[in-house]
């Protein structure tokens, strides 16, 4: 064959190179499950002399099918890394000194198992733990309920939680890793927010395939980083208006009448009556009939029937009149009246989002041109929930991605269930080329679990009645005392944050510091680097972490114990560090009681190994956690004899603890044969079987299960017989969210629990059963003119939280952040390329150096999160860039609101679900004229002083 130059010469093809390509690099492989970052790909380590030298993808692997990014393949610097902390640790200096002794396990198990014991035999509650971005949160959790602890949750809070709780209250599902587009059948993508290291891998392979078919891919963020990089159109929003954009999205497609009613009918709520009767106790409810059953009007018979009811052919529009006369509207025609105001035309939002009105529009068009005109068609037949066979698939080939650029503002929760109803309009969740999700999802809409940790759940010496973190769906449910008063230090479930599903992280050292709602005795955290980029307003979380009470001379927070395999910021404020190993030193489980890597055609769970020994003296902190358990005689850890129930550690818990009668951590190989899948007896060999299998399970539905698996009923008996779904329960997507409703009510004084009176007017505005756009709160909190542009975050795609900026490899990209904004906008302010300024908001200033670029949303700044690093942390070099020029936008971001009238502080989080608002910062931008170069603030290096010991296993 001849090949051509672009220039059109013909040249002869190029010889097959005679060199081997594929040399070994070493003298054993192992696969294992990558861990630098969420995507949990498999990988193929392979080692010389037992030492690691390199890792590749592993090409079986569901997740990564060999792909291997720029994090995966620089782990083995991370598990070299000079910042490795190498023993147990007791703090001997002031906190924030550094100063430390070396101990051994066995002191450092005792010391911990002290403090502890003595709190969970008074007062459980006085005890917060709290775990970062660590992926065995279903071990951590148990932990928490058998210690009988409220305060207990991960880092959802601080992370995309308005996300999750919008997908689960609207269809029992949500974005990132619980769901994907249809890769194979999607004509157009459509991104809101994605962030590329979290979304790595998987999305990159996906969008490949949609590439090469020629699907549009439309990527709507404030900034055109990576994805948008190959995106072919870019929808630069103004940051927190995305609920605007999607808002006038959907009224053009109802304006056109270019939407899926009878997806509507069938599978959501939109018939659903709602009844109207100001003034009473159920109004904004769902009309129910005598069994409770949600009540449609027949258009055929105009009798009032159940929601379930096959081939319903209900009113969508108009009065309806209940049986006790009262009037009634369908959730449809509401919706409609909603979307169609003139405030959510294109015209009224352009100005506002930065989008013109006619981009809007041709956006609309084209999603309605290829769900409709082009729709998805297979040749599957399946059976639906009332037992109707259907000889095909039909599906809308529009789909969406979301991630946290839409979540983390105060408005987050509610945009995010608009983007689901424009989803449900077009037809596009679970269809043939939509957004899918993936096995165990979808759940209950939302799941059943409830959170406890009511008055009379939190007892001495006694586990508490299940887990901390579910779904309220009433403010029965909430977590507050008679007087309304937060059962919880992070205030999650209060009239503060009553859909909080990830619980508040993000405040729980300035609650615990100040003793709002009480005070607490041992703050023991996982992974969390609180005092620096997990935390907003730095300054002040260092300021609570040292705090003392002046009478008794003892630290606010009078004891922390911290678990991290590095020297991160939030090491010196710890009293006594646990050391954790790397991820190649350790068994790990990543299951479907927690995140899992499914995939939508499929459940997937995986391991992690010991692929070397730790040559220091750290230990697994699932291993030390489950030690821990059994020294303080938790019920799940201890047997009735009093000797530990999983002797063999992390390894022996994930092979034979189970959750309920069957169901274990993994899923794969189950049975005393291992050839039981989802539920069966512990099975000895499990583990095994994993690592002969690449360290993973995937278990292929078959094809007529994975499609509309909300309403597929072989797909449904079978995840109902596995336990993903509680019941053989219509799941009916949910447009109008009723539980929103019953917290306004309760509001406006109905029910057993109503909310205090410094609460009522922010639950009435911001719980809308319909989804509804408002202004971020600091918007509205500070003068447009003194701050006048918008300031965000993007990750970069080859580091990943604060890991990969330690990483020697990594830290060879990019050692030093910049502060990104648009060329037009930079003349205006007379700031040149390379410049350095001061970037000030409400809450202070830092210094920065620009970098001038066009694609990002001129009214907005940003810069990478967490590249910049305190001084003397992560064993860095003080003259490190990380820390003389690398910045950190957090601590510009105020964790609280401006005092109300009462004196009362709200959280500077979503109101709904308690997502931390990061993403609303306002700041203002000037030269900093006459300055030497450098960033600002700088705070003390920091030091790592360790008394060396004679440490024991
Ligand atoms: S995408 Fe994430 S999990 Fe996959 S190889 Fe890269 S860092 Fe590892």
Same mark, same amino acid.
């Given at each position: 064959m001849q090949k051509t130059t672009i220039a059109g010469e013909a040249r002869a093809p190029l010889a097959e190179p005679d060199i081997p390509l594929s040399l070994p690099v070493g003298d054993e492989v192992k696969t294992t499950t990558c861990y630098?970052? !969420?995507?949990?790909c498999g990988i193929r380590v392979h080692l010389k002399d037992g030492r690691v030298r390199y890792i590749e993808g592993n090409r079986d692997h569901p997740v990564n099918r060999g792909v291997i990014c720029g994090k995966g393949a620089a782990g083995i610097m991370q598990h070299n890394a000079p910042s490795r902390l190498r023993a147990p640790l007791l703090r001997?200096? %002031?906190?924030?000194?550094g100063e430390f002794k070396e101990i051994g396990w066995e002191e450092a198990l005792g010391i911990a198992t002290g403090w502890l014991g003595r709190i969970r035999a008074t007062d459980p509650k006085k005890l917060a733990f709290f775990t970062g971005r660590d992926q065995s949160q279903s071990l951590t959790g148990w932990w928490a309920i058998q210690f009988g602890t409220p305060n207990f949750a991960a880092h959802g809070g601080f992370c995309s939680v308005s996300m999750a709780a919008a997908g689960l209250y609207t269809f029992g599902g949500s974005f990132w890793e619980f769901g994907e587009p249809d890769w194979d059948h999607t004509k157009y993508l459509v991104m809101f927010g994605v962030a590329e290291d979290h979304a790595s891998n998987p999305i990159k392979i996906g969008l490949g395939r949609l590439k090469a078919r020629g699907a549009k891919i439309v990527v709507v963020n404030p900034v055109r980083t990576g994805y948008g990089a190959i995106a072919d159109e870019w929808v630069g929003v103004r940051p927190g208006t995305d609920g605007l954009l999607v808002g006038a999205l959907i009224h053009e497609l109802l304006s056109r009448q270019k939407i899926d009613l009878d997806y509507l009918v069938r599978y959501t709520n939109a018939a659903a009556l709602v009844i109207d009767s100001p003034g009473s106790a159920d109004h904004g409810l769902l009309a129910r009939g005598e069994a409770g059953e949600v009540l449609v009007k027949d258009r055929r018979t105009g009798a009032l029937i159940g929601i379930d009811t096959p081939d319903l052919a209900p009113v969508l529009q108009g009065e309806v009149r209940l049986a006790d006369g009262r009037i009634a509207r369908p959730v449809f025609e509401l919706m409609v009246r909603r979307f169609l105001a003139p405030e959510n035309a294109p015209d009224a939002v352009a100005a506002r989002t930065g989008i013109p009105a006619e981009q809007i529009r041709r956006i609309a068009s084209e999603m309605a041109s290829a769900a409709f005109d082009h729709p998805v068609v297979l040749d599957q037949p399946w059976t639906d929930w009332h037992g109707k066979r259907h000889d095909k698939m039909v599906g809308r080939p529009v789909a969406f991605h979301a991630m946290r650029g839409i979540s983390a503002h105060a408005n987050g929760f509610q945009t995010c269930r608009m983007l689901h109803i424009l989803q449900m309009l077009l037809g596009a969740i679970e269809t043939p080329g939509s957004f899918r999700v993936k096995p165990p999802y979808p759940k209950s809409i939302p799941p059943r679990v409830k959170p406890r940790g009511k008055v009379g759940d939190v007892k001495p010496g006694t586990p508490l009645p299940g887990p901390q973190l579910g779904f309220v769906t009433?403010?029965?449910?909430?977590?507050?005392?008679? #007087?309304?008063? %937060?059962?919880r230090i992070d205030k999650a479930y209060s009239w503060d944050a009553p859909i909080a599903a990830h619980g508040l992280m993000h405040m729980v050292i300035a609650n615990a510091a100040k003793g709002d709602p009480y005070p607490i005795d041992t703050l023991f955290m996982y992974m969390a680097n609180m005092s620096w980029n997990s935390s907003m307003n730095v300054p002040a979380v260092i300021g609570q972490l040292t705090e003392k009470d002046e009478t008794t001379g003892e630290y606010k927070i009078p004891r922390i114990i911290y678990s991290d395999a590095y020297f991160s910021e939030m090491v010196p404020y710890a009293d006594l560090i646990l050391p954790d190993t790397t991820y190649l030193e350790r068994w790990d489980c990543i299951s479907l009681l927690d995140r899992p890597i499914s995939d939508a055609d499929g459940p997937a769970d995986a391991i992690r190994h010991p692929i070397v020994e730790p040559d220091r003296n750290v230990r697994g902190f699932q291993d030390v956690l489950i030690d821990l358990g059994w020294r303080l005689g938790l019920p799940g850890f201890t047997? !009735? #004899?009093?000797?530990?129930?999983?002797?063999?550690?992390y390894p022996d818990y994930i092979t034979n603890h189970e959750r309920g009668p069957g169901v274990g951590p993994l899923a794969g190989w189950r049975g005393k044969d291992g050839e039981a899948y989802g539920k069966g007896e512990p099975n000895p060999n499990q583990l095994e079987r994993y690592i002969a299998n690449g360290g993973f399970n995937h278990h292929e539905l078959a094809h007529e299960q994975r499609y509309m698996k909300f309403a597929n009923r072989a797909y449904m008996e079978w995840a109902h017989s596995k336990g993903f779904l509680e019941s053989m329960d219509r799941l009916v997507m949910q447009i109008y969210c009723e539980p929103l409703q019953r917290f306004r009510l309760a509001a406006d004084g109905h029910g057993n629990v109503v909310p205090p009176e410094t609460h009522r007017e922010r639950i009435r505005a911001y719980f809308d059963p319909l989804p509804v756009w408002y202004e971020p709160f600091e918007e509205r909190m500070v003068d447009p003119h003194q701050f006048p542009m918008h300031a965000i975050t993007q990750r970069p795609m080859h580091m990943y939280h604060s890991w990969g900026s330690q990483n020697a490899w990594l830290r060879q990209i990019t050692a030093a952040n910049r502060l990104y904004m648009a060329r037009a906008k930079a003349r205006e302010l007379n700031i040149a390329d390379d410049d350095w300024v001061w970037i000030t908001s409400h809450q202070g200033r830092v210094k920065a150096q620009v970098k001038l670029m066009d694609g990002v949303n001129p009214e907005t700044a940003w810069t990478w999160n967490a590249i910049g690093k305190r001084a003397g942390a992560w064993a860095l070099d003080r003259r490190a860039p990380e820390a003389t020029r690398g910045f950190l936008l957090n601590h510009l971001i105020g964790e609280l609101l401006p005092e109300r009238e009462g004196g009362y502080r709200f959280s500077n989080s979503d109101p709904v679900t308690g997502q931390a608002a990061w993403y609303d910062l306002r700041v203002r931008i000037e030269k900093a004229e006459g300055e030497p170069p450098g960033s600002s603030p700088r705070f003390e290096p920091l030091h790592l002083s360790v008394e060396r010991a004679e440490a024991s296993r």
């Open positions: 630098m970052c !969420a995507c949990r001997v200096g %002031p906190r924030g000194s009433t403010p029965d449910d909430l977590l507050v005392d008679d #007087d309304g008063i %937060p059962l047997q !009735a #004899d009093g000797s530990r129930k999983f002797p063999g550690g």
